[in-house]
């Protein structure tokens, strides 16, 4: 048994604070990971506050973990003690499942264990808890299968938010064909979408951020974007029109759908990944007018996972940061929701010891 610290929520009210708990010892096939790093992602802030519902608490968010192997258990063959390794949003699924076959792990259809605030389905528990807790911690426990390697190039505290900011952003823009050619827009310059930026650009595509934030300009060209509009100037919105050929939102709270939809070309897509809330509105003409598809996607898959930090090691591109101590979480979540954050807050875990 190892004992860690962590900073966790007790209620959907109380700020982020510190927490003793035990990481269990190594089973067959599993690693202990020495947690350096852990990104702070918008997702963290949803469930410490239970905006989503159903939230088990005391909740120790945080599932962007990057650090090195502390440990192996029996049987252990990809990791060895020293390794740099990260862990996304999930920790264990059933592996048998049509979903699991197919390298989408994250569509389980037995249910994926996430990374925090889930039930230990297939395989052992921490010591005492009921749910998993994250990576707002000094260590954790987890199977190889759930396990990455981080390539040298990208240090930990960079690639720290590439565990879900990056696949995030990663899958959807394959699976629709980012490339050279195509035209891109990412709705939302936050931790999600500089990555969508980079990653986008590093395909080949000419990229469009769409942003809430005229401040942001600068930046969205610097990160690697060809073209910059301000969702509030309907002008820009208007001469934009029918130009995209895929959107990926990244919007985390309620939006007009409809006048986003309306950038996407003839039979183009707009890929959700932003997760409000509340309900969203889309008009079926918005829809029907334009063969348009409406998407969804979540995360990605680990072997997707590696792919893509094997991918952006190779085109230098990484998180863009700030790293805070751990006692700055709830200064940080607040600034989260004002959108002050240039790209993405990391943790730096020796704080919290
Ligand atoms: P973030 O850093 O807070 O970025 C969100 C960005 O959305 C903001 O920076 C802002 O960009 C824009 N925005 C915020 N409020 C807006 C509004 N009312 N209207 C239009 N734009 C608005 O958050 P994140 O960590 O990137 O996460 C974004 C969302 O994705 C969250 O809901 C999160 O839970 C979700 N998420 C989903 C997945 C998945 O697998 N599907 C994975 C991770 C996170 P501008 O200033 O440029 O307008
Ligand atoms: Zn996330």
Redesign the pocket.
């Given at each position: 048994m190892i004992s860690a610290k962590a900073f966790a929520a007790a209620t959907a009210r109380a700020p982020l604070a510190p927490m003793d708990l035990k990481r269990r010892d190594p089973a067959p096939g599993e690693v202990l990971i020495d947690i350096h790093y852990c990104g702070?992602?918008?997702?963290?802030?949803?469930c410490a506050r239970d905006e989503w519902g159903g939230q088990p608490f005391p909740c120790v968010p945080g599932?962007e973990i990057a650090g090195t192997v502390a440990a192996i258990g029996a049987g252990v063959t990809r990791y060895a003690i020293g390794d740099r390794v990260g862990v996304g949003?999930m920790v264990d699924s059933c592996g048998e499942c049509d979903a699991c076959k197919a390298g989408l792990e994250?569509h389980c259809q037995k249910g994926t264990v996430w990374t925090y605030g889930a039930t230990p389905l297939y395989g052992p528990a921490d010591p005492g808890a009921a749910h998993t807790f994250g990576g707002y911690s000094t260590a954790i426990t987890v199977s190889q299968d759930f396990v990455v390697r981080i390539p040298d190039a990208l240090p930990l505290d960079h690639a720290a938010p590439m565990l879900?900011?990056g696949?995030?952003m990663y899958?959807p823009l394959k699976r629709f064909g980012a490339g050279k050619g195509r035209k891109v827009g990412i709705?939302?310059?936050?931790?999600?979408?500089?990555?969508g930026v980079k990653i986008a650009h590093a395909l080949g595509a000419h990229v469009t951020?769409?942003?809430?934030?005229r401040s942001?300009t600068a930046d969205?060209l610097k990160l690697g974007a060809d073209a910059v509009i301000v969702?509030a100037d309907a002008a820009e919105m208007r001469a934009a029109a029918t130009s995209l050929d895929l959107i990926v939102d990244?919007?985390?709270?309620?939006?007009?759908i409809d006048a986003y939809m309306a950038l996407v070309r003839l039979e183009g897509a707009l890929v959700?990944?932003?997760?409000?809330?509340e309900h969203l509105k889309v008009s079926p003409f918005t829809l029907v007018g334009q063969r348009r598809i409406f998407a969804?996607?979540?995360?990605?898959g680990i072997a997707e996972t590696q792919e893509m930090l094997d991918f952006c090691a190779a085109h230098g591109v990484m998180s863009d940061i700030e790293l805070i101590p751990a006692q700055k979480i709830n200064e940080a979540y607040a600034r989260?929701?004002r959108?002050d954050?240039k790209?993405?807050f990391v943790i730096d875990s020796a704080t919290m010891k």
């Open positions: 702070i992602c918008h997702s963290d802030l949803h599932h949003c994250q879900c900011a696949i995030t899958s709705i939302g310059l936050g931790g999600l979408g500089h990555m951020v769409i942003t809430t934030s942001k969205a969702s990244t919007v985390s709270a309620v939006h007009d959700l990944v932003g997760l409000p809330p969804g996607s979540n995360i990605g989260l929701e959108g954050v790209y993405r």
